[in-house]
């Protein structure tokens, strides 16, 4: 199942933010290498960070999402949306079931 997750930057937490910034980043870059995530980055205002990310449950991804480590050191909060994904790419293309098998190396 796919699960989005919003990841809210807190009133007055921009200078802990820039200073862990290294470490968040390296986790997305493991959870990208896991196949748990498909995409993430920032809003355009950088107000919110978004992930998607394929999980078992929705208790697994909240679990997955809470160790980010802005989520850990207080300077973002999380939400995690379940996601229904029905399509991917172009009607032509790669399907939700593909896009699943790719995110896990088959």
């Given amino acids: 199942m796919w699960y989005i997750v919003l990841s809210r930057s807190l009133?007055?937490?921009e200078e802990?933010?820039?200073?862990?910034?290294?470490?968040?980043?390296?986790?997305?870059?493991e959870q990208h290498r896991a196949g748990r995530l498909l995409f993430s980055g920032?809003?355009?205002d950088r107000s919110y960070g978004?992930?998607?990310?394929l999980?078992?449950?929705k208790s697994e991804a909240e679990r997955i999402a809470a160790q980010d480590p802005h989520h850990v050191r207080g300077i973002r909060s999380m939400e995690v949306l379940e996601w229904n994904a029905?399509?991917?790419?172009?009607?032509?293309g790669p399907t939700i079931a593909d896009v699943?098998?790719?995110a896990r190396g088959k």
Wanted: charged fraction near 25%; avoid cysteine; glycine fraction near 2%.
């Fill in 11 to 13: 009133p007055g937490q």
């Fill in 16 to 29: 802990s933010k820039q200073q862990n910034y290294e470490e968040h980043r390296q986790w997305l870059d």
């Fill in 42 to 44: 920032p809003t355009s």
């Fill in 50 to 53: 978004i992930y998607i990310m």
């Fill in 55 to 57: 999980a078992s449950s």
């Fill in 86 to 92: 029905h399509r991917a790419f172009r009607l032509d």
């Fill in 100 to 102: 699943e098998r790719m």
